[in-house]
């Protein structure tokens, strides 16, 4: 360790998507040390998973891109992937932090090569893409994947085959019997950016996810567009393989409803309507149908709206669905009251998306192991330790990336402070 | 049509539950959620959104809130925990109590007029007297069609011990505490009916 005026400076980031990212590189670039602690194997978080993103509507890759240069030339940044803060103690200016860095099987050595995955026989559902499709059990998650070492599957690892799979490797990475190992820090500053996990659809029975294979979940919709997804970017339906050209978005699916999660998570309608119109980009006679209570394109965004409403191949249902059954052709039939003209109605789709909502990872799994920490009912952090982009509040890439950088402003005070 | 703009605080100081109206975001699933909707005029939704409107004579006199079966469908689904069957019945009793309720509505004649003096003439439902009461509604013809229709069900619930075949049972024990909650109840009700 270093002494303690050193340490004094260190920031500790809990998360690195794109707000942690964000508040590592802005408080490296002014000068102070960072340590950024990621749980999955890749940093890039939620955001690595859209197929395009706000406002502009391009690739995330390019974003993230930017930021990993930016890390890779900053010394002052150290990032552990695979690696889990599990007990803060002290107070501002002083913690001192245990994390747990799980093992990866790969080191650092590794050059990405892909040998070891062609070797490897073994397949498991693939996490980065829901489990929408099988993947070698050692691999990375897609070609732009940072940083670019291999990981092995920890039930893989244990195998005879994983040892006969570290043999293909030419630079002799791969090592299945490597133990998850202890670090302690002293730090000035935590920086909670842990985001949120898409709510669990299975929940919110009435619509049948699960059950029916043609109702699915935004999240999974964004892979299943993306040309690193499941279907190579085709927009088809889980069930048979059909091009699904009737599209069906319904909004606020187990949010702003006391049964499921109680909040608005203020992203769902606009991603929704970019969800839209991925459908209407790659079929010209596709129709989208969404279903709202009210729509809430969030602030800049209103001219979004304006270009979704403008499309005739778009149409509005202005009703919370009461339930979803699936018909003979197991085309998913969504059934409520149009509240507009108070008729009832049963409407067949291709596919339907259930827009659910954010679930702060900081309410399930990365609860701060920190006695001073405070967090609402919803499991947002309030208080602590600083909190940055979704693990503050729900909201969308933008101003995730505005709050992690006031959360590194927020940082560099305390460690100022410390001196 | 009249707008009354007293009717909305009418109904939410003086309907059972009534205040809960407030809090309805119009999101339509107690409307696709009700198996007996096509029965239905106005849905849930529609009620209370014409109560807000001040719609009293549409809304009181509406059969809508005597078509409800208690099936809780609506509560269960409603996103803002609303106690839409007991809004319902809500609605439904301060219509009776303030005279609108059409006399003719069958679930409303059969409320009041059987299924009430039933209850409280002995302190439990005399199941025989009650079907009766209910099939003889509407003359004598009318109830033995019914009650040969309905004869299997009937002898299945009597085999099965579902049924009471005994006219009159007599009055159940400690009738007068029975007759006393009654008279509580009708007080507290008084008591809502007189507030603001």
């Known amino acids: 360790m270093a002494d303690a005026h050193a340490a004094g400076q260190t920031i500790l980031v809990v998360g690195g998507g794109i707000s942690g990212l964000t508040t590592a590189v802005e408080a490296a670039e002014t000068g102070y040390n960072v340590l950024l602690v990621e749980k999955d194997p890749h940093l890039g978080g939620r955001v690595a998973q859209h197929n395009k993103y706000f406002p502009k509507l391009c690739s995330p890759t390019c974003g993230l891109e930017i930021n990993y240069q930016r890390i890779k030339n900053n010394p002052r940044i150290r990032y552990l992937t695979l690696a889990e803060v599990e007990e803060i103690s002290g107070s501002e200016g002083n913690y001192t932090v245990r994390i747990r860095k799980n093992p990866r099987f790969v080191t650092e050595a590794c050059t990405g090569c892909g040998d070891c ?29 940072f940083p670019s070492w291999y990981y092995m599957d920890p039930e893989f690892a244990k195998t005879e085959a994983a040892k006969t799979v570290a043999k293909s490797c030419p630079v002799g990475a791969i090592q299945p019997d490597m133990e998850a190992t202890i670090i302690e820090e002293q730090v000035a500053a935590v920086v909670w950016a842990t985001g949120w996990k898409p709510y669990d659809a299975e929940k919110i029975r009435p619509y049948g996810f699960g059950q029916y294979a043609n109702v699915t979940t935004n999240m999974r919709f964004e892979r299943l567009a993306n040309v690193y997804g499941p279907t190579s970017g085709k927009i088809v339906r889980p069930s048979d393989g059909k091009e699904a050209k009737k599209v069906a978005f319904i909004q606020c699916a187990g949010s702003r409803d006391h049964n499921y999660l109680p909040f608005c998570s203020r992203v769902c309608c606009l991603a929704s309507m970019k969800q839209a119109a991925y459908v209407r980009d790659q079929y010209p006679d596709s129709e989208v149908t969404i279903f709202y209570i009210d729509l809430r394109a969030m602030d800049r965004y209103e001219a979004f709206l304006q270009k979704t409403r403008d ?17 003979a052709n197991g085309n998913p039939v969504v059934i409520g009251e149009n509240t507009l003209t108070g008729e ?11 827009a659910t909502g954010m679930e702060p990872h900081s309410a399930v799994d990365a609860k701060v192991p920190f ?21 503050a509040m729900p909201t969308d890439v933008a101003s995730s990336v505005q709050s992690a950088t006031a959360m590194a402003m927020k940082a560099i005070h305390a460690a100022v402070k410390r001196g | 049509m009249t707008y009354d703009l007293t009717f909305a605080k009418d109904v939410y100081q003086k309907a059972e539950m009534g205040h809960w109206i ?5 999101c339509g699933v107690c409307a696709g959620s009700c198996p007996l909707r096509a029965h239905w005029q106005h849905s849930p939704r529609q009620l209370f959104q014409m109560v807000r409107a001040g719609k009293r004579d549409e809304v009181l006199k509406s059969s809508d809130m005597w078509m409800c079966t208690s099936c809780y469908n609506c509560i269960v689904r409603c996103p803002r925990e609303l106690p839409i069957t007991h809004i319902i019945h809500g609605l439904a009793r301060y219509a009776e109590t303030q005279g609108a309720a059409d006399p003719k509505q069958p679930t409303r004649r059969f409320a009041v007029d059987v299924f009430w003096k039933n209850i409280t003439a002995t302190g439990r439902v005399g199941e025989a007297m009650l079907t009766m009461r209910l099939y003889f509604q509407d003359g004598i013809g009318a109830g033995i069609q019914r009650g040969l229709e309905m004869r299997d069900s009937a002898l299945g619930m009597l085999k099965t011990r579902r049924l009471n075949p005994i006219p009159f049972r007599g009055k159940i024990k ?17 008591k809502l009916e007189n507030k603001a």
């Open chain 2, 22 to 26: 407030k809090m309805c975001m119009q």
């Open chain 1, 311 to 327: 499309d005739a191949g778009i149409s509005w249902m202005k009703s919370k669905p009461a339930r979803i059954e699936e018909d």
């Open chain 1, 371 to 391: 006695a001073g920490a405070s967090q609402d009912d919803y499991g947002f952090v309030t208080g602590g330790v600083l909190a940055a982009g979704c693990a």
């Open chain 1, 117 to 145: 995955s062609a070797v490897c026989t073994t397949e498991v559902p693939d996490p980065f893409n829901f489990g929408m499709n099988q993947v070698k059990a050692i691999r990375n998650n897609h070609a732009m994947a």
């Open chain 1, 344 to 354: 009832r109605y049963a409407l067949p789709f291709d596919l339907v998306v259930l």
């Open chain 2, 174 to 190: 400690g009738y007068d505490g029975f007759t006393k909650m009654l008279a509580k109840a009708a007080e507290l009700e008084q």
